[in-house]
């Protein structure tokens, strides 16, 4: 496993590469077009021939699309950036090195509680410290609660279940996790993010094609 995700993170990495070339060849391009709309309208305007003022309209219009289109590559980029760290920190898990994420749980110890404090749940080199991958402060206090009180028994192989059922489908959970480091999707409903997840799987060309 920790090959695979060393392997998915070197691909995004380059795939990011590849994207952020893009994004700076756009951006000249950007330059380009804005200085071609600003010469025609100036000759046109100043000019005998002031018909030439309007070869300025498909250069702005040019110019228009590619602010867009930057825009949306600055996205892309900013996207596959938090891939790549998803998949640092899947190997970390792995390789042993988790005890120094951030997020520790600590304030989630409760001393009257018959076991929070104790069993190394929350804390440094904790079970929370291992398992937090949430990217929400309601994620965060959902998974202490998890660990804070038993499961009934009835829930428990539904949960088994669908834990098999996303252990098939990486490309989603890194997606969804990605899609919710983003400060917009934390403000959101959590199904409009799994919907946004499921739609970019679909969209997406896949890791194995990079």
């Given at each position: 496993?920790?090959?695979l995700?060393?392997?998915?993170?070197?691909?995004?990495?380059?795939?990011?590469?590849?994207v952020?070339?893009y994004?700076?060849?756009v951006?000249?391009l950007?330059?380009?077009f804005?200085?071609l709309?600003?010469a025609?309208?100036?000759?046109g305007?100043y000019?005998?021939?002031d018909?030439?003022?309007?070869?300025?309209i498909?250069?702005?219009?040019?110019?228009?699309w590619?602010?867009?289109?930057h825009?949306r590559?600055?996205e892309e980029?900013d996207?596959?950036?938090?891939?790549v760290q998803?998949?640092?920190?899947?190997r970390?898990?792995?390789?042993?090195s988790?005890?120094?994420?951030?997020?520790?749980?600590?304030?989630?110890?409760d001393?009257?509680?018959?076991?929070?404090?104790?069993l190394?749940i929350?804390?440094?080199?904790?079970?929370?410290?291992?398992?937090?991958?949430?990217?929400?402060?309601?994620g965060?206090?959902?998974?202490?609660?998890?660990?804070r009180?038993?499961?009934?028994?009835d829930?428990?192989?539904?949960?088994?279940d669908a834990?098999?059922?996303?252990?098939?489908?990486l490309?989603?959970?890194?997606?969804?996790?990605?899609?919710g480091m983003?400060?917009?999707?934390r403000?959101?409903?959590?199904?409009?993010?799994?919907?946004?997840?499921?739609?970019?799987q679909?969209?997406?060309?896949g890791w194995?094609?990079?």
């Amino acid at each position: 496993m920790v090959s695979l995700y060393e392997q998915r993170q070197y691909l995004f990495q380059e795939r990011q590469r590849r994207v952020r070339k893009y994004s700076n060849t756009v951006s000249w391009l950007r330059l380009l077009f804005f200085a071609l709309a600003v010469a025609a309208l100036t000759y046109g305007w100043y000019s005998t021939f002031d018909i030439l003022a309007y070869a300025a309209i498909p250069f702005v219009s040019v110019f228009v699309w590619l602010i867009v289109r930057h825009m949306r590559l600055k996205e892309e980029i900013d996207f596959l950036q938090k891939i790549v760290q998803i998949n640092i920190e899947c190997r970390q898990r792995l390789e042993g090195s988790w005890t120094d994420f951030a997020q520790r749980g600590s304030h989630y110890i409760d001393n009257s509680h018959p076991y929070s404090s104790d069993l190394d749940i929350f804390g440094q080199g904790s079970l929370f410290q291992y398992l937090n991958a949430t990217t929400s402060f309601l994620g965060e206090r959902l998974l202490a609660g998890q660990l804070r009180q038993p499961n009934p028994a009835d829930q428990i192989k539904p949960r088994q279940d669908a834990v098999s059922d996303l252990a098939k489908r990486l490309d989603f959970r890194q997606n969804f996790q990605a899609a919710g480091m983003d400060d917009l999707f934390r403000r959101q409903d959590p199904q409009i993010v799994i919907n946004w997840s499921e739609d970019r799987q679909k969209t997406s060309p896949g890791w194995k094609r990079l």
